[in-house]
């Protein structure tokens, strides 16, 4: 007797069952496999020989086999004490495509898919597929987007598979709506928010374009505009996108309770680390009684505070900020309790994103190492340090809790270009014709190190420079560095004579801080005053020859700044 895996019912896997019940299971023969090891296909059916077999047990079977996603059909057969599966092999995909997507490029939609050239064809996965590019779209704004799934058969069960798609327009923004604003006006609420209605000078702006994450970061971002104003019972109700029947634009309402608004009428600072008198502290309070509430000063005094108290050696505390509101009267109170928290310690330093840059180079800028007490000011001093740098365009770092008293550091960085490469020409009615030609490498060979090269020719001068610096030297914090140039110049018009000077310069540097460096140099040059005419000035004439001049310089350097990159203080 035979039965089919689609649809099969319960009486048919009894009947087979019961069939199998007059002797055990002596064989196992599975027809159909092409691809598939016949161990593999037992392995997953799960059923033994030597043993009757039941009705739940080929149901499990069935399923099994069914979810291993190898197959299309499959039928069980009975030949006495024999069980026979017939199976049919699901096709290879063998060219995978993308078809329409002007919008999203392939590397982004393959990314998404769980089809691949190479793997089993399945519909279940294929479906799954087309709801995965349907997102992709609709996360970049096209809710009018279709996908067809295109399979065309090939020989040795194999298919292609082809995702035609029509993206359809982006869905604009076509209306912004408040409901319960009394203190501000939509525009001025507008102005808060990342999404924008749609207009004609916004051509190249993605702000008018819908966004789901977008929609929700526009609720945190009224939050914190109406908490920066002293409205501390702000809440969004709702925030509802409505699509149009043409799939094209949104109508984007947000429904919002403003609340009371509230002044500071208490500061307090509380501790309960034995050590730390709170009267201190009150002077890194950002704020004053008779403020406005504003969560950002909030925030500020936190910072400022835990930053302070890691300078002094207090790195195991945090300030937590509670804030007490009197409805009825408009005031609140705001007290910062810092209290004590267990000692965590630096587990490891994780490095990414540095594909040219040593680890060493990013390392030894870091003012914490791996088993050193965990202190927030000195990962932020860190921070600070590597963007300084300037071999980065993105310096991200956050912690990990791995044990109840460990935590990784785990540093993101994305390099930017650190070579340069310059070459002009020009005239000048004092020198002529001019060229001149420039390269440097602020990260040469991915150690930190300088090196730079620039060579300028004139009709009357010519000079040459090059100049190489190891930031790290003999493994220090000492910066060393040499520079050698040349420079000619004939000054034959003017003076009838001719001019040339060759020398190099050492240099070393140390820091005192991580603000306060000083840079001391020492300059040694030949001069020479040559080709001197029988008519030119007895002065000049007294100083052909040559000359060795040598001297020491140097240079103070206080830097402040929060960020090498983008700085908003000092």
């Known amino acids: 007797m035979k039965f089919k895996l689609a649809g099969i019912s319960l009486l048919a896997l009894a009947v087979c069952s019961n069939a199998m019940a007059q002797g055990v299971i002596s064989n196992i023969n599975i027809n159909g496999l092409q691809r598939v090891e016949k161990e593999t296909a037992l392995s997953y059916a799960g059923i033994s020989t030597n043993k009757p077999v039941s009705t739940e047990e080929l149901n499990e079977a069935l399923k099994r086999l069914y979810d291993t996603g190898l197959f299309s059909d499959i039928s069980f057969d009975t030949k006495g004490n024999t069980l ?22 392939d590397k982004i939609l393959e990314s998404e898919v769980q089809s691949a050239p190479r793997s089993v064809f399945s519909k279940a996965k294929v479906q799954q597929d087309v709801q995965r590019i349907l997102d992709v779209y609709k996360r970049a704004g096209r809710y009018g987007v279709s996908v067809e799934p295109k399979i065309i058969k090939k020989s040795e069960n194999r298919v292609d598979l082809i995702f035609e798609i029509e993206e359809g327009p982006e869905a604009k923004i076509d209306t912004i709506n408040f409901i319960g604003n009394k203190h501000y006006t939509g525009k001025d609420l507008q102005s808060e928010i990342m999404s924008k209605e749609s207009r004609w000078y916004r051509l190249f702006s993605s702000a008018e374009n819908f966004d789901r994450e977008k929609m929700n970061y526009d609720q945190e971002l009224l939050r914190r505009f109406y908490n920066r104003h002293g409205y501390a019972d702000f809440a969004v109700v709702s925030a509802i996108a409505e699509l149009s029947r043409d799939k094209t634009s949104f109508i984007l309402t ?43 000063e909030i925030e500020k005094t936190v910072n400022a505070l835990t930053e302070e108290l890691s300078r002094k050696g207090f790195v195991f505390v945090e300030v937590v900020p509670n804030i007490y509101k009197d409805r009825e009267t408009g005031k609140l109170s705001v007290v910062f309790d810092i ?58 770092i956050d912690t990990e809790r791995v044990d109840y008293d460990k935590a990784d550091i785990n540093v993101n960085v994305e390099e930017k270009s650190t070579g340069a490469f310059n070459v002009g020409v020009g005239y000048s009615t004092v020198n002529g014709a001019l060229f001149r030609a420039g390269i440097a490498e602020n990260n040469f060979q991915g150690k930190g190190q300088k090196l730079s090269a620039d060579v300028a020719v004139s009709q009357r001068t010519s000079e040459y420079d090059l100049s190489f610096t190891e930031p790290y030297f003999m493994g220090r914090r000492l910066s060393a560095g040499i520079d050698l140039f040349r420079t000619e110049e004939d000054y034959q018009d003017e003076g009838s004579y001719d001019s040339e000077s060759t020398g190099g310069r050492l240099r070393l540097g140390w820091n005192y801080t991580d603000d306060f460096a000083q840079y001391l140099r020492y300059t040694l040059k030949e001069d020479k005053i040559s080709n001197v005419d029988r008519n030119a000035s007895i002065y000049i004439k007294e100083e052909e020859g040559r000359y060795s001049n040598s001297s020491i310089g140097q240079t103070m350097v206080y830097d402040k700044r929060d960020s090498a990159i983008n700085p908003k203080e000092g």
């Not at 009428?265 to 406005?292: C, E, H, L, M, R």
């Not at 000195?378 to 340090?385: A, D, F």
């Open 84 to 105: 026979v599966i017939n199976v049919k092999e699901n096709p290879v995909i063998g060219v995978m495509a993308f078809d329409g997507n002007d919008k999203i490029d």
């Open 339 to 396: 209290k004590e928290n267990a000692k965590v310690f630096v587990n490891r330093i994780n490095i990414t994103g540095n594909t040219r840059t040593l680890d060493e180079v990013i390392r030894r800028e870091f003012r914490i190492s791996e088993g050193n007490v965990f202190n927030v000011a000195k990962i932020r001093e860190s921070r600070r340090n590597v963007e300084r740098l300037n071999y980065f365009s993105k310096v991200d």
């Open 254 to 296: 947000f429904t919002i309770d403003e609340g009371k608004r509230y002044t500071i009428n208490d500061i307090q600072i509380k501790s309960t680390v034995p050590d730390i008198d709170a009267n201190q502290w009150y002077k890194y309070v950002t704020f004053k009684t008779g403020n406005w509430y504003n969560s950002d």
